[in-house]
């Protein structure tokens, strides 16, 4: 085997950019690490470079071009060419990781994608690799930093949810198109990648329900100041009996005491729970050119290191859609009597029941505050439409889930 290793670098952008120099500066390093030194053997652009001259040249190839096309062809024909590949793209693991694998097995090639999710923490490695022989029961994921940083704003400023955007943009914490990282999609994506892993489950981007922040409003975040309550974007991969899993992403209440409530910012955070371990917490920046670079170059490391992890697949588990949650609701309602026990009613009717009601206000203000006992989603739902029809309400009604495990 020559010492050196030619690494192919598609695309020169914020991250290829980053991780072309940090290469460079690192070079020796790896080298003492691995064993070999990596040497850049091209770098692709929209207007420059040739992927096929460069597929020629390398023994390793870095895709951060981002987006599907043209990056699944490149990195399906690198793969099954015996290249080994590096990626940070979520979308093209989250909607293309079994036949990437397949192209993998194929060519004999390893895949490796650490800064596809939560940046420069080392999800991936510790699920895969540190984790390999536990059974996971749960991940919860802060997995998006753009709207952890507008809810963190939101609470500590009472700003609302568009004053909050327009300030994570203007300080590069959100992009000039924010649709896919406050509608949650951005998460979903990162979450079927870490429920594949942890579970070796076939789950797909379509098996993800996913819910934004945009509708959340400043009062119920002091609401939620009031009871000690933070408010999170949250990813769930969750075992759900004997036979199934749960992956979804929603707004989430947490009550203090949980190792995600703390987390604030811009930062990411990933919790993984099983019987041998209780739960470890991992958190750090989720984004950033360097950050990601990094992950990268860790990555690169591994591959040129020898290994070759890729994930396997158990058929058993199914996705299940329905799961049990509590939840938050918020009603403005007329302030006369029989309405708390009409609302009382349809809850009952749909065996939901109420753990907490507090009212605000009186007249034109008044707002009824009511947290549920853990409840099966889709009878919640079936109560909220109900409710959501009855006259006497002054606005559609509001709801978030809550997590009530706490930690000590
Ligand atoms: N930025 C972050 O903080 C971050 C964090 C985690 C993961 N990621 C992931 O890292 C990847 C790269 O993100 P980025 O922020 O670096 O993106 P970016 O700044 O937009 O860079 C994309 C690069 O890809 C090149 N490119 C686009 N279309 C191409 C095509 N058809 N053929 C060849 N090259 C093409 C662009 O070429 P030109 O230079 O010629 O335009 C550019 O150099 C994405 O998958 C992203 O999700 C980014």
């Known amino acids: ?17 980053a991780f072309r120099r940090l290469l460079n500066e690192r070079a020796e390093m790896v080298e003492e690490v691995s064993g070999r030194r990596p040497r850049v053997s091209g770098v692709l652009g929209r207007k420059r470079g040739d992927f096929d001259r460069i597929l020629a040249r390398s023994e390793l190839v870095v895709e951060l071009i981002g987006g599907t096309d043209p ?33 993998a097995r194929k060519g004999g090639a390893q895949l490796r994608f650490e800064a596809a999710v939560a940046g420069a923490i080392p999800v991936i490695r510790v699920v895969q690799e540190s984790l390999g022989a536990i059974p996971i029961e749960k991940v919860f994921g802060i997995v998006n930093g753009t709207t952890n940083y507008i809810l963190t704003e939101m609470a500590r400023s009472g700003l609302s949810y568009d004053d ?16 896919e990282d406050v509608n949650g999609a951005d998460a979903a994506a990162k979450m079927t990648i870490i429920a594949r892993l942890a579970f070796g489950a076939p789950v797909k981007l ?23 309550l933070s408010l999170k974007l949250l990813g769930v991969a969750e075992r759900v009996g004997e036979d199934a899993i749960s992956v979804r992403v929603f707004p989430c209440f947490l009550y203090p005491g949980h190792p995600l409530s703390p987390i604030e910012g811009a930062f990411n955070a990933v919790m993984v729970e099983a019987p041998t371990i209780t739960e470890i917490t991992m958190s750090g920046p989720g984004a950033g050119g360097s950050e990601t670079a990094s992950a990268v170059l860790g990555d690169v490391v591994s591959v040129i290191s020898g290994g070759s992890p890729l994930f396997e697949e158990n058929a058993r588990l199914r996705v299940a859609r329905d799961v049990e949650m509590a939840f938050y609701l918020h009603l403005e309602v007329e302030d006369r009597p029989g309405v708390l026990a009409q609302i009382a009613e349809i809850l009952g009717d749909n065996e939901v029941s109420v753990r ?24 919640f739902e079936a109560a909220l439409k109900k409710i959501a029809k009855l006259k006497f309400l002054r606005s559609p009604p509001r709801s978030i889930r809550v997590i009530e495990e706490e930690f000590n």
């Open 1 to 17: 085997m020559s010492d050196v290793v030619n690494v192919g670098i598609l695309g020169k952008g914020t991250v290829g950019g």
């Open 356 to 379: 907490s009601v507090v009212q605000r206000g009186t007249g034109d203000e008044a707002v009824l505050i009511m947290v549920m006992h853990p409840v099966v989603e889709s009878r």
């Open 71 to 103: 990056a699944l062809d490149y990195v399906t024909r690198a793969l099954e060419a015996g290249r080994h590949v590096v990626t940070a793209n979520k979308q093209l693991l989250a909607q293309h990781g079994p036949e990437l694998v397949r192209a």
């Open 164 to 179: 909050a955007l327009a300030q994570a943009q203007a300080l590069g914490y959100a992009e000039a198109d924010p649709t």
């Open 206 to 228: 379509d098996d993800v329900p996913f819910e934004g922040i945009e509708q959340v409003k400043p009062d119920d975040l002091a609401y939620a100041k009031e009871l000690g």
